[in-house]
């Protein structure tokens, strides 16, 4: 291939005339055509067939996922790099759940563009993608852990919350692993803490009475769907470690 054609589709004049000057600069692509408009920029990609499309998410009419959503549809399908300010993991999850080969945070140097996009090209670029994504996702499990424990009555000061913390990421990992709550789950997470397995089983015992002395098993209760418990039992601990991350599981995460 002589040249790589590319599409650039951004809203700033500004930062498609510095991307353009950067690819022909460079020799080995060719803009072909460029719009600020999400619509056009469907469009132009539908009937010139690009090799590569360079967007941001902010659009006239189509946002970014609004294209990047149809593109999931096209026969052609070239690659897309996201050149964008929004910087939340969730925004960059879902470009690369919807089809972006490539995530890059503004303000950048158009010089380092020309080298992803070359990059895009010779497949160099799929770890970085791949970490992303893992970092995007034990991002999104701690959350939801958080807001699990915290809803239930489970302080984050005391030892026990980040035990459990760790016992429930384990479990969703190996669940097999919650039948060997002595032999490996303690052992594994006194590893990490650099503490004994028997504290870590009475920091999570802990953790399990000070939940249940709080009174919250309404709370406990709807966040499993079911009456679970009552007031007057508590699961041991492999039975909560069990239940969240079967939860979790579940759901998605």
């Known amino acids: 291939m002589d040249s790589y054609k590319v599409v650039l589709l951004d809203e700033s004049l500004v930062e498609r005339i510095n991307y353009r000057e950067a690819f022909e600069k460079a020799g080995d692509f060719e803009i072909i055509n460029e719009s600020n408009d999400g619509q056009k920029g469907y469009e132009m990609i539908c009937e010139q067939k690009p090799d590569l499309v360079v967007m941001d998410i902010v659009l006239e009419t189509y946002d970014g996922f609004e294209l990047l959503d149809r593109l999931m549809k096209v026969e052609h399908k070239p690659k897309i790099l996201v050149v964008s300010s929004l910087k939340n993991d969730g925004f960059i999850q879902k470009a690369i759940d919807s ?7 503004k303000p950048i140097i158009s010089e380092l563009l020309v080298k992803r996009s070359r990059e895009l090209f010779e497949n160099n670029v799929v770890e970085s993608m791949l970490s992303i994504q893992k970092n ?30 760790e016992a429930v990421k384990l479990a969703m990992k190996e669940p097999s692993i919650i039948n060997s709550i002595t032999g490996q789950l303690y052992p594994n997470i006194a590893k990490i803490f650099s503490t004994s397995a028997s504290k870590v089983e009475r920091a999570i015992r802990h953790a399990i009475e000070v939940a249940w ?3 919250k098993i309404e709370n406990i209760n709807e966040i499993f769907g079911i009456k679970v418990y009552n007031t007057n039992e508590k699961p041991t601990n492999g039975e909560f470690i069990a239940l969240v991350a079967d939860k979790m599981l579940f759901e998605g995460a």
């Not at 991002?139 to 424990?149: D, G, Q, V, Y």
């Open 99 to 105: 089809g972006a080969s490539y995530y890059m945070l």
């Open 213 to 215: 002395n709080r009174g």
């Open 136 to 165: 995007s996702r034990v991002r999104a499990i701690e959350e939801k852990l958080s807001n699990i424990f915290l809803t239930i009555g489970i302080p984050a000061h005391i030892k026990g919350y980040q035990f459990l913390r």
